[in-house]
């Protein structure tokens, strides 16, 4: 299987949600990324429980939900309740985090863990062999279209090293300013999963844009 392009479901057109979802369905689109945030995590609030159960309802792809909050752990069970099948904590919310990643695949998900850009991934060591996941911030996260950080390239080779030593199966997923400018760069430092927002969603054809990003060549990836 090739890379996999997870829509943002936060730069769909809220007035027509279920129309922006059957666009992600009918795209060659692999995942539906879903943002989470509290205003307190990051300064910004996006939705909770209400819209998940609705991008759930037509969702036919499976949901990749990214909790920027704080105590996420209080939360694991309700959001693989409400379809979840991948959920990413931030290493910086959580004080105990293996628990945490335990209380995730208990629930039946997979688990992944989100670093924000100031955060180094050699923190994640004694704890990516536990994980399914890890989410390269290239942005500072709490809201869309900011401008790629260029030093997420560096992070991401440096993941992958680390990974193939400790967990080469780990899916590594960037999010933040992606797009088919930067896309190929970020497949050669190692990444295989890419969030996609107003790239996606503020182009003329969301399917073509999809399309193209699919075609790229990232060699195999493992689920």
């Not at 704890?127 to 997420?152: A, K, W």
């Amino acid at each position: 299987m090739k890379h996999l392009i997870a829509p943002s479901v936060l730069s769909a057109d809220f007035a027509n949600l279920q129309r922006d979802v059957e666009m992600i369905n009918s795209s060659e689109a692999d995942w539906f990324h879903v943002d989470i945030m509290d205003g307190v995590f990051v300064p910004n609030i996006s939705f909770g429980f209400p819209v998940m159960a609705a991008i759930e309802k037509y969702a036919r792809k499976p949901l990749d939900v990214h909790l920027m909050i704080v105590n996420p752990e209080h939360y694991i069970e309700r959001f693989a309740e409400a379809g979840a099948a991948v959920i990413t904590v931030h290493y910086e919310a959580c004080t105990h985090l293996h628990r945490v990643v335990q209380s995730i695949h208990a629930a039946g998900c997979k688990a992944g863990v989100a670093l924000n850009p100031h955060t180094p991934v050699s923190l994640l060591k004694d704890i990516l062999p536990d994980l399914d996941l890890v989410l390269v911030m290239s942005v500072n996260p709490g809201f869309g279209g900011q401008q790629f950080i260029p030093n997420t390239l560096n992070k991401v080779k440096e993941l992958r090293a680390m990974a193939s030593l400790l967990n080469p199966d780990l899916l590594i997923e960037v999010d933040g300013g992606v797009g088919l400018h930067n896309l190929e760069i970020l497949i050669q430092s190692g990444a295989n999963v890419f969030v996609a927002g107003n790239a996606v969603f503020a182009a003329a054809s969301p399917q073509d844009v999809i399309a193209d990003m699919k075609k790229l060549d990232a060699g195999i990836v493992k689920l």
